[in-house]
């Protein structure tokens, strides 16, 4: 958990340093606004970000449900949802984003 490893606490849950760092980053980027990148400037629509990737590392060293549920709602589930849909879509498995759509329904 190379990010969460640098945040300091007694006896925090991984999610529980994830939320700690999140806040902290949050707080930097409205004070400082995005780092600045050499290269291609990146696309507006990005779903799948280091702070999502934070959060599954997060979700993978959690013991305890109730955490990684939350961490999976509020961090996780648009992203792979997105990710997901753009695979059907470029792979032309049209079928399954039917099959896709009729779950999210129920």
């Known amino acids: 958990m190379e990010i969460l490893d640098t945040i300091e606490g007694e006896n925090l849950s991984p999610v529980d340093k994830f939320y ?3 806040a902290a980053e949050m707080k930097d980027l409205e004070e400082n606004g995005p780092k600045k990148r050499r290269g291609r400037k990146p696309s507006k629509k990005q779903y799948f970000t280091y702070i999502t990737d ?14 990684r549920n939350k961490v999976f709602r509020e961090h ?3 992203p792979f949802n997105k990710l997901v849909e753009i695979f059907i879509i470029h792979l032309d498995f049209h079928i399954l984003m039917y099959h896709m759509k009729m779950l999210k329904l129920k």
């Open 54 to 67: 934070q959060a599954i590392i997060a979700y993978n060293f959690e013991p305890s449900w109730a955490k």
């Open 76 to 78: 996780i589930n648009y």
């Open 20 to 22: 700690k760092w999140h």
